[in-house]
C-alpha cells in the first residue's frame, strides 16, 4: 500500500510543488553520514567534495519536501544555464553538477523523476521513493536544525533579473535589520489552527506553511535602490484575507490593518496637500473614500472598488493612457473577479475620467509616471513601521501596505501608522489620532458593508474578529507542530 502511494505515477499532480532550495545547510552529523552512505553506493567520481556538497544540499531538500508532505513534489532544473553563477545568490556555489546527481539518483531509483516540458516553461519534477524513505526514517534530524543560507537584499534588472551589486553602510543595516527580523519570525510559531497538513489552497495552488516557508527577503527593482524595496516572502503573502484571519501567532489571536486610500493620500501630498482636511474627513465616514466614483457595468460595490482602485494605481505608475489601460487588464485578477471582455479602452478611459475629475486637484499626476517616487514613499513608510516592530522584538507579518499583528497591539501599530505617513511625507499632521479613531488610517475593506448600520468603533471592531479557537477548535496536526515548536524554542517559551 505504501510503495503504490509512491510509485503510481499517473495519479499523481506534478502541480503540487515548490522550486528547489539551492540554500539549505546544516552541520547534523546524520546528514553528512547519510550523504557520504549514498555517495559511496551509488557515485562513482573523481570529483568526490563537489558531488557530496550538491548531494547534500538535495538531500537535506527532500528530507523537508518528505516532512512536509511525502507527496509534495521538487521542481528541478534540468538546463546547465539555469544555475547562477553570481556567488551572491548562491553561496554553496550549486552548479550544473546538480544535473548529474539528479540524474545519477534516478537511474539508480533513489528518487523519482517526472521530466517537464522546456516548451511549455515546465520544470522537471522529483519526489522520494521508498529506498529514500528508508533512510530518512532513521535520521533524528528536525527540520529546525536546516538553516537557509539566503541574500536578504536582492537587486533586479529591468527584465526581473537577480544582478550583483556593491555593499555599502546602507545595504549593510539593512541586512542587519533584515536578520533581526527573520530572526523573529524564526522564534514565532505562525500557523492556522485548522490546518491538518501544513499548506493552504489558493487560487488552484498548494502553500506550504512551515517553519521554512516564513524566510523574508528585501527586493529592490530596476537596478537601483533608490526606488525603495518591498518585502518579500513568507506564505502569508501568497494566500487571501479571508485565509489569514485565522492566523494564530505563538497561539495567540492576530488582526490584519492596512491603510485607507494610502495611494491617494500620497498623491496628495506630493502636490503638498493634506488629504484628510481636502476630503474633509469625518470620524469613521466612508462616503469619502477616494474609490469611491461610478462605475456602470458593475453592480457589485466591493467589485466596483476594485476596479477604481487598480485603475487610479496603474494611471499613476503609467507614462501614458495607453500603457495604463494595458497595465490594468493585465494585472485585474480575472479569477476571483470576472468581467472578461469589459474592460475595453473606452470603458477604462471613462473611468479615468471620472477618477480625473474625482480628484481634479492631481489630475496632472496621472499617467506621468508619479508612481516610482511614490512607490519609494511606500516602502519607507513599510520599512518604518517593521523596524520598529523589529526593534521592540514584537512579530509584525507585512502584505505590501497591510499588516498583521496581535491583536493587544493595535495601539502600537495604528501610531506607527500615523507616524510614519507624517515622518515619510513631511506633510501630513493629524494629532487628535487615537487609538479609537484608527478607521481614519487603517481601514478594513470588508468593513465597508457594516459602515451603515451601525458606528464603527474600536470595540465593534474587535467584536467583527473571529474568536481565538478553542482547543477543541485545533486540529492534531497544529497541535503536533505547535508542540515541536515550543520544544525546539524552549528557551523563548520558559520566560514567557
Not at 553528512?32 to 538531500?59: A, N, P
Not at 481636502?278 to 453592480?299: A, C, E, I, Q
Amino acid at each position: 500500500m505504501l510503495i503504490r502511494k509512491y510509485i503510481s505515477k499517473e495519479a499523481k499532480s506534478h502541480s503540487y510543488s515548490r522550486s528547489l532550495d539551492i540554500h539549505l545547510t546544516t552541520n547534523h552529523p546524520e546528514i553528512d553520514q547519510l550523504v557520504g552512505t549514498i555517495f559511496d553506493k551509488y557515485f562513482s567520481t573523481r570529483k568526490k567534495e563537489d558531488t557530496k556538497r550538491h548531494l547534500k544540499v538535495l538531500m537535506l531538500d527532500l528530507f523537508l519536501a518528505w516532512n512536509i508532505d511525502p507527496m509534495l513534489d521538487i521542481g528541478v532544473q534540468m538546463s546547465p544555464n539555469s544555475y547562477t553563477t553570481i556567488k551572491r545568490y548562491n553561496p554553496l556555489y550549486i552548479t550544473r553538477t546538480m544535473i548529474d546527481v539528479i540524474t545519477s539518483l534516478k537511474n539508480h531509483n533513489v528518487i523519482n523523476f517526472h521530466k517537464g516540458s522546456e516548451a511549455n516553461n515546465k520544470v522537471s519534477r522529483i519526489w522520494v521513493t521508498p529506498t529514500l524513505v528508508n533512510y530518512f526514517k532513521n535520521i533524528k534530524t528536525s527540520i529546525f536544525d536546516i538553516s537557509q543560507s539566503k541574500e536578504l537584499i536582492v537587486l533586479r534588472d529591468k527584465d526581473k533579473n537577480d544582478i550583483d551589486y556593491k555593499d555599502d553602510s546602507k545595504t549593510n543595516d539593512m541586512r542587519m535589520l533584515l536578520e533581526k527580523y527573520n530572526k523573529i519570525l524564526k522564534q514565532t510559531f505562525i500557523d492556522i489552527p485548522f490546518l491538518e497538513k501544513p499548506y493552504l489552497e489558493h487560487k488552484g495552488r498548494k502553500h506550504i506553511v512551515n517553519q521554512h516557508s516564513k524566510l523574508v527577503r528585501k527586493i529592490f527593482r530596476k537596478e537601483h535602490f533608490g526606488n525603495g524595496g518591498r518585502f518579500h516572502g513568507g506564505w502569508w503573502q501568497h494566500v487571501s484575507e479571508k485565509q489569514r484571519e485565522k492566523i494564530l501567532m505563538d497561539n495567540r489571536e492576530t488582526i490584519e490593518i492596512n491603510y485607507k486610500s494610502l495611494h491617494p493620500v500620497l498623491t496628495y501630498a506630493k502636490k503638498g496637500i493634506d488629504f484628510w482636511k481636502r476630503m474633509n474627513v469625518t470620524k469613521y465616514s466612508h462616503f469619502n473614500d477616494s474609490y469611491d466614483v461610478p462605475t456602470y457595468g458593475l453592480k457589485d460595490k466591493e467589485h466596483s472598488r476594485e476596479v477604481v482602485k487598480l485603475l487610479f494605481q496603474t494611471a499613476l505608475n503609467s507614462t501614458s493612457e495607453e500603457e495604463c489601460f494595458k497595465a490594468f487588464r493585465g494585472q485585474w485578477d480575472y479569477e476571483d473577479h470576472v468581467y472578461k471582455g469589459l474592460f475595453s479602452d473606452i470603458f477604462l478611459k471613462e473611468l479615468l475620467d471620472s477618477i480625473r475629475d474625482r480628484h481634479y486637484q492631481i489630475d496632472d499626476m496621472f499617467c506621468s509616471g508619479v508612481g516610482i517616487d511614490l512607490h519609494k514613499w511606500d516602502c519607507d513608510i513599510v520599512d518604518y513601521i517593521v523596524s520598529d516592530f523589529t526593534e521592540r522584538n514584537i512579530p509584525i507579518l507585512c502584505i505590501q501596505d497591510s499588516f498583521v499583528i496581535w491583536r493587544e497591539q493595535l495601539d502600537l501599530l495604528v501610531n506607527n501608522m500615523n507616524t510614519a505617513i507624517k515622518w515619510v511625507t513631511g506633510i501630513l499632521e493629524n494629532p487628535s489620532l487615537k487609538h479609537d479613531q484608527f478607521k481614519t488610517l487603517a481601514w478594513k475593506d470588508h468593513l465597508l458593508g457594516h459602515l451603515e448600520k451601525t458606528e464603527l468603533d474600536k470595540d465593534y471592531y474587535f467584536e467583527s474578529i473571529p474568536k481565538l479557537p478553542k482547543s477543541s477548535d485545533k486540529c492534531k496536526g497544529y497541535i503536533e507542530r505547535w508542540n515541536k515548536h515550543k520544544s525546539h524554542f524552549h528557551i523563548k517559551y520558559d520566560f514567557q
